[in-house]
């Protein structure tokens, strides 16, 4: 007993080296849809790849089952996310994370790992349990090291691309057995604080529904004296019911969830709800904290609710936003991007990637990264870049070239987009045709082909603040600011659905059922003769005979022969 309290004294003394945080971001757009994203990010001062240090074994915040994996394959960076639906920027703007449909996954190793591809394939497949995704169908015929397009987002050498591993799998369905794992890794799960909110009926039934887990080393203050791990889960989520009456619209966090917040999360350091009201909307009830931040090169105003303070439940322990505006105004976004396919037949066709740069005098360059499978046989001589009608020449092309069934097309360009013009890039392809074993159940559906990836720095409306400060909101720091007049950006265009010259599989059905019934009848026929065994019977008595034969049986009299 006296040991015990002396353990409790002295875990008391010592400061928790993890601390957790999550907050809920509302926004309403002026499509009339609500737009919420949930962050959550747990921060722990350890370091799982320290040479020499032994192996983590006491997890109090951070998830178990991804320290153990952090450690194991000499993780430096982890980023993966799983969406369903596709993000509309000229309606709803850009996101505050963005994230391609389907799944995507990309990996920074550390730089001691001789054996990256290996460590590749054994990640996927743990990730796959983890999440219960169909991470496992992740090879080396849909991954690629890109050279420039992904950078380390934390700490981290960000010059040898050859630790960089980076999948996408845009069929990919999410659902509630995606969901239910991604809640199990938060520490109050979703018993307490916002993850009470997350109710699968609501959810899986809105426009856009996006889940993110970034693992990444960062500094925890300025002068980075101190590192630390960072966890961030998001749940971005976009809802597109809404109730109109005399020109206005409504909405509330029971009539979004069918749920109510009555509690933070008992572990969590800071737990808020920010609601934008930039456009003056009217916010029952009221809060005098106000919070003004530069998002997405945009300064906006948020009305803050402290989950920590009693005050903000009531006297009915429940906390239920009602918001009404007549809000139609949106700053159009930036850069905005488009793909489709062209062309006539499954032989040839063409690709054709659009990217718009609405800033009216400003021009930037962005970073264009494709990556095609090998069964589209690209012809890259006929590469083009047009800006206003006339040849945009790139300043960087990087182009790894497909080999059939091991690596897929890997294209990257630096391209210099116009103010206020449109770029478009075009590039030729063949179908080839695959063998009949490597066709999906549905091959007459189609053909993914993963989404483009646009990186940029734009130019910012308002000066971007570079300090770093641990009291910002997390939906504001997750891409570091190095300059005041450009903020990142990245943006994923639509995933291309490909036809592919088809068999008729129905022919090889009917073939096997014609070539059975004959074997059936053949076969059996021969087979029947040859282990019948035959014997002679002999003919049966007439009529008269037998009657005859019975009446002398009833009498007693000797049968006729």
Partial sequence: MHCKSLWIKASAKSPAKDQFQEELVIRPLHSGDIYASFQFRTLWDT?????????????RLFPKSLGQVLSKFSVQELHISFTQGFWRTMQWGQPFIPS?????LWVWFHHTVSDVDGNWKELTNVLSGIFCASLNFIDMTNTVQPSAS???????NATDHRFLRYATLPREIVCTENLTPWKKLLPCGSKAGLAVLMKSEKLFH?????QAVHI????????CTSKAWELRQTLNVVFDHYTSGQGKKEWSLFKMFSRTLTEACPLASSSKVYVDITDNPELSPATPLLSQAVVLGDRRTYSVYDLTRAETFGQLRSFNLLLRWKGDNMLRPLLHAERYVAGFGLQTGEIHTVIYNNHPYRAFPVLLMDSVPWYLQLYIHTLTVTSKSRDNKPSYIHYQPAKDRHRPH???????????????VTVQFER??????????????GFYVGSSVISALVPSMVAMSTNFTQDQPLFSSFVPVKEESSYFVRVYTEPLLVNLPTPDFSMPYNVICLTCTVVAVGYGSFYNLLTRTFQVDEPSPPLAKRLANFIRRIRGVPLLA
């Fill in 47 to 59: 370091d799982f790849l320290q040479e020499g240090q032994k192996k983590v074994s006491h997890y």
């Fill in 216 to 223: 990444r080393p960062i500094c925890q203050d300025e002068q």
């Fill in 432 to 445: 080839a045709l695959l063998k009949w074993t490597e066709y999906t159940p549905d091959p007459n559906h």
């Fill in 410 to 424: 890997l294209l990257e360009m630096l391209i210099q987009l116009p103010p206020h013009s449109m770029t478009e």
């Fill in 100 to 104: 391609p449909p389907g799944a995507e």
């Fill in 206 to 210: 809105s426009s856009f529904h996006s």
């Fill in 150 to 156: 992904f950078k380390p987002l934390g700490l981290g």
